[in-house]
């Protein structure tokens, strides 16, 4: 009979110390930036321990530096469903929301993190970038420049603020602000493709070609790229570059490259 009762023991036992050998296993894999190996070990983790929280919290996160967002999101909610108040998990599962472009879930996210902490400026920045997305620039304005008063010495709040400025009309603005975030980070491509934007639509466009070529040479390549610039060499009468820009673009959309072609360059 002792031996009977002693079993469930050991089973207890062994099932504990393989669960804290593979959290370990993982928080070490995590910390070395293998967050492949980190989810596979957490996940096991958490198997064996199905009410622990924190193995689905950092399981979640590992997936959410995998991209893997639809299992980051599952995680997050299964470790909410264990601490309904954790503001890390809502944030967390607001950030994949993002990047799967999903506005609308991200701010009910960050409105929940803020229901618990009010002054959190990683939601707050958040929100402005989601705001953003919904095309709403002048909440997004607002909030960036709350984030930029608490954190001045980060550049990418300044990057976002200047492509608020250029769609509310605020050239000079946007102007000021790309370039300071070039002065800062030079080999930011996107940078120099949206401070482009604004020259051509101040009708400077061969400031808005030495953007965009600067920001085509630092690997920002996309098809809104070679069209802009192209438009710019139409504005300046140079039609053979524009040309050899509208036929680039059929690396991306074959069908667009070819009727800008047939508009502009018979």
């Known amino acids: 009979m002792k031996l009977k009762a ?5 089973i207890i036992l062994s099932c504990f110390i393989a ?25 096991k983790a958490a198997r064996l321990a199905p009410n622990d929280w924190d193995l689905m919290y950092n399981l979640a996160r590992a997936e959410e ?11 997050y909610t299964a470790c909410l469903g264990k601490r309904p108040k954790l503001k890390e ?34 939601a707050i920045y958040l929100r402005a970038k ?3 997305a919904d095309n709403l620039y002048f909440d997004a304005f607002m909030d960036l420049n709350r984030v930029i008063h608490e954190r001045p010495d980060e550049i990418n709040p300044y ?20 370039n300071y975030v070039i002065g800062k980070k030079p080999d930011m491509g996107r940078a120099y493709f949206n401070r482009g934007i ?9 400031k808005a070609i030495n953007d965009y070529t600067k920001a085509i040479d630092l690997d920002y390549e996309k098809e809104e790229v070679f069209v802009r610039r192209g ?5 300046i009468n140079e039609t053979n570059n524009a040309c050899k820009d509208f036929r680039k673009v059929r690396r991306y959309d074959k069908e667009n490259s070819k009727r800008l072609l047939r508009e502009y360059c018979k």
């Open 6 to 10: 002693a079993i469930p023991f050991f």
């Open 19 to 43: 669960c804290d050998s593979h959290r370990e296993r993982a928080s070490d894999y995590f910390e070395d930036g293998n967050y492949e190996l980190a989810a596979l070990h957490f996940e």
């Open 65 to 75: 530096e995998l991209e893997n967002y639809e299992s980051a999101i599952k995680w």
């Open 89 to 122: 998990a809502f944030l967390g599962r607001a950030r994949c929301y993002y990047a799967k472009e999903e506005p609308a879930s991200t701010i009910i996210d960050v409105k929940n993190v803020l229901s618990i902490d009010k002054n959190n400026i990683d």
């Open 130 to 132: 989601a705001n953003m």
């Open 159 to 178: 990057y976002h603020r200047a492509i608020c400025r250029g769609n509310m009309g605020d050239r000079s603005g946007a102007l000021r602000d790309f």
């Open 198 to 206: 604004i020259y051509q639509r101040g009708f400077k466009n061969r």
């Open 231 to 235: 438009f710019c060499y139409l504005n």
